[in-house]
């Protein structure tokens, strides 16, 4: 028997810096849509800090996609597993006690993307969290902070990726704009890209088209700008680091070790783009500085920079060469309570960022809170006796309890389908793709019709996480059920669980002892089929009293 009253609604994983030996060895992977880059650090949780091993990086493609269905191809598929399997052996080899993987633009937009995050899990026992272009852009500026100091002025940060492009507006606290637009000197090769050197049509036509897709995110930074800032700009990335790198041996002569802080000038930038367009592929080759795979590209990564800058209106840039994989090692930090005040940045950013989606959405925030709590009471209570979820499944159910009425913003008929929509597109950060399909799917089973392979956005899980989504979701039932009359009446409820009878046996009690909480009792009577049907046991609620 349990005695439990519902607790902190987040309980993050904030392990004790002494649980940590000093000096873990971590890898992070990058899997990109034209490079996989991993590097592999020591963690020292007592500065805390981190200091970087060694860096692997390896062109793969995989954002060459099949033109007609968008698949990605076989053959990238291979390169990219290969690659992986090869940064799994150096980082063995250099005693990783962890490697975190995540993959963005490509593998996201790909119709096979989950099969090939299934196909690394099975060949490689690799996970892979697959994130969105939002995550993408806070964990980049989390990177950039970990090796820049922004002295809490404005900076601009530009990434610009094989698929997409980030833009981040930061002062070294929490970001002020994250935006992730289409935009990626692989996508726009591929797709706008036809003739070698580009003729003048075709150069126009690109032009154009960058600029109009970068305008909106732009403006959206701007309007974010406080009167008389003047922001700095930082680029990260291959792109970005390739046009320094080139930039700087034709004004010194060489490369600098490191590029780390390399400005590059806009005028300089543009005397390149043009020089670009003149050039075949082969004349490009020629230029110092420029690899092989990187010829192929650099107009299009080039132009999306040159059309930034021009936007902006910002005439330089300083190179950062932390990014992304330095940010997933921040980011796994951060939930290990190894960082606290050091950038401002806390692990509650799933916290922060759950409530300011349901502001958005107009969610009651103090009846969504009752809902969470009770939610969070029944799972703590019965955790090792009607279920061993542990504490990733509890903040997702966190999650979807506060969100699970979100959908009432569109309409109340069918709004449990609003919500599940609303939630998988609301750029929820700190989260992965995954972890965003599952708090929106519970929220979509929180009411009318349990989960079923008919529907697709439970079809398509794993047979573990629909095991995750049923579970999760009829407790959420019970909880909401504890609170139908929307006014807090019930106050505490304590499980007791009988294993030999099967049976669970809820105690009630009422903030108002003379209340009877009938509607309460009524909608747990209606709502515990589910519940019942998926455990396999009896559930009985009895009205109590403190010291009854």
């Known amino acids: 028997m349990v005695d439990a009253k519902p607790v902190n609604p987040i309980r993050m994983e904030r392990s004790n810096h002494s649980s940590l030996r000093s000096h873990t060895v971590l890898a992070a992977i990058d899997i990109g849509t034209n490079s996989i880059h991993m590097v592999v650090v020591k963690i020292q949780p007592e500065l805390p800090a981190f200091t970087i091993i060694t860096r692997?990086?390896?062109t793969v493609r995989l954002g060459d996609r099949n033109p007609k269905n968008g698949n990605l191809r076989?053959?990238?598929?291979d390169r990219s597993i290969s690659a992986l399997r090869r940064c799994q052996e150096i980082a063995r080899s250099l005693n990783a006690e962890e490697i975190v993987a995540v993959a963005t633009s490509a593998t996201r937009e790909a119709p096979n993307g989950r099969d090939f995050?299934?196909?690394?899990?099975?060949?490689?026992?690799?996970?892979i969290d697959l994130i969105s272009g939002q995550e993408e852009a806070r964990r980049i500026y989390l990177g950039v902070l970990s090796g820049m100091e922004f002295e809490r002025q404005p900076h601009i940060v530009i990434d610009i990726g094989g698929g997409s492009t980030e833009l981040v507006l930061?002062?070294?606290?929490?970001?002020?704009?994250?935006?992730?637009t289409?935009?990626?000197a692989v996508r726009l090769t591929a797709e706008l890209v036809t003739t070698d050197p580009i003729d003048e049509t075709e150069y126009t036509a690109l032009q154009g088209y960058v600029r109009g897709m970068l305008e909106r995110p732009v403006e959206e930074l701007q309007a974010h700008l406080k009167p008389g800032e003047t922001p700095r700009l930082v680029g990260t990335s291959g792109t970005i680091e390739t046009l320094a790198a080139i930039d700087a041996i034709a004004e010194t002569g060489s490369i600098p070790i490191p590029l780390n802080g390399y400005h590059?000038?806009?005028?300089n930038l543009k005397k390149w783009v043009k020089k670009f367009r003149k050039s075949s592929y082969n004349e490009r080759l020629e230029i110092p500085g420029i690899g092989e795979r990187r010829a192929e590209i650099i107009l299009a990564g080039a132009t999306v920079l040159q059309e930034a800058m021009s936007i902006l209106d910002i005439e330089e840039l300083v190179v950062c060469e932390r990014a992304l994989r330095e940010g997933v090692i921040v980011d796994w930090m951060l939930k290990r309570g190894l960082i606290e005040n050091k950038l401002c940045y806390q692990s509650s950013v799933r916290e922060r960022s759950t409530l300011k989606i349901a502001k958005k959405y107009q969610v009651d925030l103090e009846y969504s809170q009752r809902i969470a709590d009770f939610a969070i009471g029944l799972f703590d209570q019965l955790q090792g006796e009607l279920h061993d979820w542990d504490e990733q499944p509890r903040e997702l159910l966190w999650g979807a309890a506060i969100l699970h009425n979100c959908g009432l913003y569109i309409s109340h008929s069918a709004h449990h389908k609003?919500?599940?929509?609303l939630i998988r597109n609301g750029e929820l950060l700190g989260y992965t793709e995954l972890e965003i399909e599952l708090i929106a799917n519970l929220a979509r089973y929180h009411r009318k019709s349990t989960p079923k392979k008919k529907h697709d956005s439970y079809a398509n899980l794993s047979s573990h996480d629909r095991l995750l989504v049923r579970q999760l979701s009829a407790l959420m039932r019970l909880a909401i059920a504890l609170d139908r009359r929307q006014i807090g009446a019930i106050s505490k409820v304590r499980c007791d669980y009988r294993r030999d009878l099967k049976q669970l046996n809820l105690y009630l009690y009422p903030k108002d002892p003379h209340d009877p909480?009938?509607?309460?009792?009524?909608?747990?009577d209606f709502k515990k089929d589910a519940f019942e049907e998926e455990f396999g046991i009896k559930l009985f609620a009895t009205l109590s009293v403190e010291g009854g």
């Open 56 to 58: 692997e990086k390896e």
């Open 74 to 77: 076989s053959e990238a598929i």
């Open 117 to 127: 995050i299934e196909r690394v899990k099975d060949e490689l026992d690799l996970s």
């Open 170 to 180: 930061g002062d070294g606290q929490e970001p002020r704009t994250l935006s992730s």
């Open 182 to 184: 289409k935009v990626g």
């Open 264 to 267: 590059l000038k806009l005028e």
């Open 418 to 421: 609003h919500s599940y929509y």
């Open 517 to 524: 909480c009938e509607l309460e009792r009524w909608s747990l």
